[in-house]
């Protein structure tokens, strides 16, 4: 017996989007495409240094711009009631207070916002702004300065740190990683239109309308169900959507600065410095072995970059506590906070960093113990029980990941020794590193609204980013009902909608699949009630016994006692049949632990006298619990080692040390992973139910596609040439100076 009763079978099936329609031909719209009457123009205008005070701002010319309407400056904005004095501003946790200060934390930091009545004259118009500054001693060299940065303990110790000092084999080794950006396809933008004195009504793209209901009913002090907030379709996000940036409240604040509905959409350059990035760190793992390759115990400190007016922690240390055994363990971590704007998460947020170290670790471990690197993993992983909270785990299929990956990717043509496979200058090299997500679940709500023709609309606030969850609503819905696929809507991304989470940390199926369980239950209860009164069957039943058509409703196996929807509506005066119901983690989360998991095996061909690596083949094989849509999951999947293979080898936001700018902040300065540089990733999913993760028996799967990808590829790269490259992204110029 499970801890659900409304468990859902599932058929999944392969099937398309459920919005593919929509995105395809240009009907769905994303936020910035709202049209919205008597309409106007924002455009941020970026501080030219990094640390000061604004001494001065010359909006003169600005205001003399034909269709220029208003100029916005710390001198002149509407209060923000939540940041009336310094005190309140850190209450807030608003990260920074725009327009709130004189203060220069970053470059490219908000000083003035041009409004008017086109874009262009907003453009040209913030192009005519000046500054005066009293410039500051700054620091973005996280190189330099991470070591001042002192590292506290994170999380509790395991045995003893030192205890495994003198083990046979031991390897420690120090790794880093550069700042990378999320740039999603669709840039940030957010539509403000304050509809009454303290009624909101926001077009923004984010992954969580609720998020930032709450945060402006708490910046404006005024009740969350008068902010409105609409992100129907979201061009991708990758964790830049999870936080509320100074951009959405600059438009905010301009709406109430002209009173009139205020349009800020972020040039691509701005996406790179205004709504967060994955930090710059440094790592050292020290980790050892006994003879028969039993781990014996591991240290593993972090550092990562902040910015100063806040502070941001991402845990690269956790993942160091989940995967394997370790009988002593010891983790520590630090921030060093630079004049930089604000990190966030994205993908795999802290574990993809953490992953990266250890992975590489335990691979180098393998050639000092001389077992294959398959074989080390699977004797050490910890399967039983979650190492850090000692709960059971739920399920964990990581062995059975490693297994499928490996033979997927034929690992016996793997040659232990270094560049046994080669043609020419290339050499050819194997390499494999696991990941693991913490499989959460949050509360959810979720309504269905029915119709006297027997369609359902399927409705929940919470963003579907890219990531399939509305279509995966729609199969759960019609697995669930009974309802044929095409007769089931889905209404996503709505603050007026049933609450629910944000769309982030692998959480959105798991949250709201329970929630369109609980739906569907109260949906055929109430059909229930209404077929009481033709047939008496109906006047004792449980949701379980219901089975719902395309026409009507069923008792225990379709059409028997059966009632036609036309008869309840008809005799019963309907219209439309509305239910809503939530669902929540319960008892199970106290009592089990939950993730999910991924192996990602790769093999490379690299060139020994230009260093260029060809990423030959990836294979990954993931434990997301049931598989609710194959293509959608999949998806998610290949999309992350994608993310992995850029991570690996080309992406890198970086910050000239003299100025404090962000180079190449455009699509073509930063180098990404595009098709050319990816192979088909194959992707295979050991599709078991995790029971207890939530009725549809699914875990979260947009990280771990990510967490271990770049591991897996520089530990193929050692396989082929024999260098350990613990610097990422591992451009040509490592590899053969490296
Ligand atoms: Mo993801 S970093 O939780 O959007």
Redesign the pocket.
């Known amino acids: 017996m499970g801890f659900f009763d409304d468990t859902i079978s599932l058929s999944a099936p392969p099937e398309g989007r459920v919005e593919a329609t929509a995105k395809v031909t240009g009907s769905g719209k994303y936020s910035a495409e709202y049209e919205v009457a008597s309409l106007c123009h924002a455009v941020l205008v970026g501080s030219t240094i990094p640390a000061g005070i604004i001494k001065s701002i010359n909006v003169g010319n600005a205001r003399q711009v034909e269709g220029v309407i208003d100029v916005i400056t710390h001198l002149n904005r509407p209060m923000v009631p939540a940041f009336a004095d310094e005190a309140k501003i850190k209450e807030a946790r608003f990260g920074l207070p725009v327009f709130h200060t004189d203060k220069i934390y970053f470059k490219g930091q908000p000083i003035a916002m041009v409004i008017a009545e086109t874009l262009e004259d907003a453009t040209y118009a913030a192009s005519l702004i000046t500054a005066e500054y009293a410039a500051d001693q700054f620091n973005v060299d996280f190189e330099k300065s991470y070591k001042n940065a002192e590292l506290k303990t994170a999380g509790k110790d395991r045995g003893t740190a030192d205890s495994w000092a003198e083990t046979p084999s031991v390897v420690e080794a120090e790794y880093t990683i550069k700042n990378e950006v999320h740039n999603p396809m669709e840039m940030h933008a957010t539509i403000a239109h304050w509809t009454a004195e303290n009624e909101l009504k926001m077009f923004d793209k984010n992954?969580g309308v609720n998020n930032v209901q709450r945060m402006f009913a708490k910046l404006y002090n005024i009740p969350a169900e008068k902010i409105h907030v609409v992100s129907e379709f979201v061009g991708g996000?990758?964790?830049s959507g999870?936080r509320v940036w100074p951009h959405c409240l600059a438009a905010v604040i301009g709406a109430k600065a002209v009173k009139r509905p205020v349009k800020l959409v972020l040039t691509r350059p701005q996406m790179f410095t205004l709504v967060g990035y994955r930090p710059e760190s440094w790592q050292k793992v020290k980790i050892g072995a006994d003879n028969s390759g039993k781990f014996t115990g591991i240290l593993h400190q972090a550092r990562h970059a902040t910015c100063v007016y806040d502070n941001f922690n991402e845990g690269i240390t956790r993942i160091a506590r989940l995967v394997y055994n370790f009988a002593n363990l010891r983790t520590e971590s630090a921030t060093v906070p630079l004049n930089l704007s604000m990190p966030t998460?994205?993908?795999g947020?802290g574990d993809c960093t953490g992953d990266f170290a250890i992975e590489s670790a335990i691979d180098e471990l393998s050639y000092k113990l001389n077992i294959d690197p398959v074989q080390l993993r699977l004797q050490n992983l910890a399967l039983e029980k979650d190492p850090d909270s000692g709960k059971k785990w739920s399920t964990n299929f990581v062995d059975e990941c490693i297994k499928l990956a490996a033979e997927k990717i034929q690992w016996q043509n793997r040659k232990a020794a270094i560049g046994a496979i080669s043609d020419g200058d290339w050499k050819t090299g194997y390499g494999m590193a696991v990941g693991m997500w913490n499989a959460g679940r949050s509360n959810a709500s979720a309504g269905i609204k029915m119709l006297k023709d027997g369609s359902i609309t399927v409705q929940t606030a919470m963003t579907d980013i890219g990531t399939g969850t509305g279509t995966a609503m729609q199969n759960i819905a019609k697995d669930a009902t009974g309802i044929s696929k095409e007769k089931i809507r889905i209404e996503l991304g709505n603050s007026n909608l049933p609450p629910a989470p944000s769309q982030?940390?692998?959480t959105g199926l798991s949250s709201i699949s329970g929630a369109v369980a609980a739906a569907v239950n109260a949906l055929k209860m109430k059909l229930a009630g209404f077929a009481a009164a033709e047939n008496d069957t109906y006047k004792n039943v449980v949701g379980a016994d219901i089975i719902l058509s395309d026409n009507g409703i069923s008792y225990k196996t379709t059409n028997q006692q059966f009632v036609p929807y036309s008869v309840i509506w008809e005799k019963n005066n309907l219209q439309v049949l509305e239910v809503e119901a939530s669902s929540a983690p319960g008892d199970e989360r106290k009592q089990l632990a939950f993730c999910s998991s991924a192996a990602h095996f790769c093999m490379v061909k690299v060139n020994t006298k230009t260093g260029k690596i060809k990423i030959e083949k990836m294979v990954c094989a993931a434990d997301g619990g049931t598989i609710v849509n194959e293509k959608a999951a999949a998806n998610q999947i290949s999309g992350a080692v994608v993310g992995g293979i850029g991570m690996a080898l080309m992406e890198e936001q970086l910050i000239d040390p003299k100025l404090g700018t962000a180079i190449g902040n455009d699509l073509a300065g930063y180098h990404f992973a595009v098709n050319a540089d990816a192979p088909i990733v194959e992707v295979i999913f050991v599709n078991k139910p995790d029971v207890n993760s939530n009725p549809s028996g699914s875990k979260g799967l947009?990280?771990v596609g990510i967490i271990g990808a770049a591991a897996a590829i520089a530990n193929a790269i050692y396989n082929a040439i024999g260098k350990r490259l613990r610097d990422l992204p591992i451009t040509p110029d490592k590899v053969l100076m490296g």
Do not use: A, K
């Open positions: 992954q996000g990758f964790g999870l998460w994205m993908r947020p982030g940390g692998s947009g990280e």
